[in-house]
């Protein structure tokens, strides 16, 4: 079967609603304490994250939670959907076969982070960049023997600027008369994708094409460089 997670926004009702299901199932709802991407892979039929995930190992990353209409609220990924409980409708996703027709130049990218929907929502902790987060990018890039001279600041405007095209798309497609913006690097170059596949950022499109950040391949087992659609059911 072709990979798919379903993905519910609930508050502590609609969590212990689910919870008391899986009780009387025999099942234990299994919870995600630090690194929110993990409950992304495959071998997790279903798991929880509780808000304080997002202050765990991608605390700065993650900050955008704090600031969404999400603050608060639970996060169950499942396998499979809960059409049987009444818990809201679904964030589906999927694989995808997408690509871009293009991706903005180095000259395309600063101006992103220009964007006043971006400056206006992203969070104080956004930029305040410890060196052991610097250490942990420079180690990736001589593990994968990326060919190009590693330079944190060029990679830190990507990660803004690709968080800025699902605020205020400039680098999208459109099906059926839908906007439909797409990551703007490959996994080497975006951050904390979590953000999008949870519509923490971008809610308001009905669809989207991510592409799993270094974090999400390294700890969900997600296909590096392969966009991943992120759909409202």
Known sequence: MSYQKFCYWVDLEGLRKLKTSFEEKGIELEDEARIPCRVLRASREVTYLAPPAWYGFCRRRTSWYWESDKVTKYLIVSNTPFNH?????????????????????????????????????????????????????????????????????????????????????????????????????????????????????????MIKYVTPCIGAVMFAHLPKDQYLEIKVQ
């Open 85 to 205: 409980l009444e818990i809201g409708n679904p964030i589906l996703i999927s694989e995808s076969s997408f690509k871009p027709d293009r991706l903005p130049s180095p000259e395309e990218i600063a101006p992103l982070t220009r964007s006043q929907e971006f400056q206006k929502r992203k969070p104080k902790a956004w930029e305040n960049v410890e060196p052991i987060e610097k250490d942990f990018y420079q180690t990736w890039f001589e593990r994968h023997h990326i060919k190009e001279p590693f330079d944190f600041d060029k990679i830190f405007t990507i990660h803004s600027a690709n968080h800025a095209n699902f605020l205020d798309p400039k680098y999208f497609m459109t099906l059926d008369g839908l906007t439909v913006p797409y990551s703007i690097a490959d996994s080497t170059h975006v951050c904390s994708s979590c953000l999008e596949f949870f519509n923490i950022l971008g809610s308001q499109w």
